[in-house]
Structure formats: structure tokens, C-alpha cells
């Protein structure tokens, strides 16, 4: 079925009456009263992030993903993700490497747009995109004073199989970085590569 033969859909929500719960220069809460696409009512609330958001994952000459290990305030535990944050009212490309620059250090001499997503779309409105960042090299700035204000504790370089490992087994847990790395599996052609990675039944 082409787009043209696909039926025309309604979404059903009819809102009728919103107001501002909380507002930051990061986000802003509201809250919706709606008439749900089954015909009762109720309230919707809904954070808006002010600026889209920005992945990048940066892959070296030896085919090494470029990762970080930082505390998160809001989950009270460490995570291991890819370089990202928002874009502050830049273009994305220019956020994407301002923070690859500020978090590892590191500058890249290509770039690609791999990819758009949305981060928790049933409470947020929060666009994403995703960088490939090729032929990594050191930056003027190593971004010491950077990773020390948002408490990135480590950056390494992690072949390939290896991130295989820590998604397999759980040890990357942040959801956006999971999105990042399909997104980069896919660009870079790896899916007809790939084995098992140590995977466990789920069930009979």
C-alpha cells in the first residue's frame, strides 16, 4: 500500500483547555484537559523540552566506539553512555560537536545525520538526532572542566563486540544510547556481521 492509498486517520484527541504547571529554560510541564479517543475526559500532562537533543556516536580508526561513564543525578546510578546533550538553540550539527568536544575531548573530521527519534513520547515531547562522527582526533580543548561539571567519571574506546556485550547483558541501560547504536549499526552495514551476543531465553 502506497502513502496515497493509505486511509486518512484522525487522532481522536480533542484538548479543551490547557495551563503551565512548572517551567525552567530546560523544560516546561503542562496540563492538558482532553476528550480521549473513546469519548471520556480527563488531564494529560506533558513536559516539553525546549531544545532537541543530540546523540553522537563517535567511532575511531579501529573501528572503537567512543563512550562515557557518568552519574545521573535523576536515577541515582551510574550509566554508560554515547556523547550527548542538548542543543541550546544551536543547530544540531553544531551541538552534536560541541558535546563530543566537551565530553571526550575529542573532535571528528566527519560527520553524518544518521538519524531522528523521540525520547518518552507517551509524557514528553522531546525530538532527538543522531551523528556519526568519523576520524576522531584530539581537541584543543580536552573538555577536563566540562566532564568534571556533569560528572563524567571515565571515556573509553569499546570495540565493537564488546558493546555487543554490555547491551546484552544489560550494562548499557539508557535508552537514547541504545536507539544511537541501532542507528549507527545500521549506517555503518554491521546487522550482516553480527552473531549471537550472549543472549538468554526470555521464556518457554
Request: aromatic share 6%; net charge negative; glycine share 8%.
Amino acid at each position: 500500500m502506497t502513502d496515497e492509498e493509505r486511509p486518512v486517520r484522525t487522532n481522536g484527541w480533542t484538548t479543551t483547555s490547557t495551563r503551565e504547571i512548572y517551567a525552567n529554560p530546560w523544560i516546561r510541564v503542562r496540563e492538558d484537559a482532553v476528550v480521549r479517543p473513546d469519548g471520556g475526559t480527563g488531564i494529560y500532562g506533558v513536559v516539553e523540552v525546549r531544545h532537541p537533543s543530540v546523540f553522537v556516536v563517535a567511532i575511531d580508526e579501529y573501528e572503537r566506539v567512543v563512550l562515557i561513564d557518568l552519574y545521573r543525578f535523576t536515577t541515582a546510578s551510574w550509566s554508560t553512555e554515547v556523547p550527548a546533550g542538548s542543543t541550546d538553540g544551536e543547530e544540531p550539527l553544531v551541538a552534536a560537536k560541541r558535546e563530543l568536544a566537551e565530553e571526550t575531548g575529542l573532535v571528528a573530521d566527519s560527520w553524518d545525520h544518521i538519524g531522528d527519534m523521540t525520547s518518552l513520547n507517551g509524557i514528553s515531547n522531546a525530538p532527538e538526532h543522531v551523528f556519526l562522527a568519523r576520524g576522531l582526533r584530539a581537541a584543543p580543548d580536552d573538555g577536563t572542566a566540562s566532564r568534571a561539571e556533569e560528572g563524567i567519571a571515565d571515556v573509553r574506546r569499546v570495540p565493537w563486540r564488546e558493546v555487543q556485550q554490555l547491551l546484552a547483558t544489560g550494562r548499557i541501560t539508557d535508552a537514547e544510547t541504545i536507539a544511537a547504536l541501532m542507528f549507527a549499526t545500521i549506517a555503518t552495514g554491521r546487522f550482516a556481521d553480527q552473531g549471537p551476543a550472549g543472549l538468554t531465553p526470555a521464556g518457554p
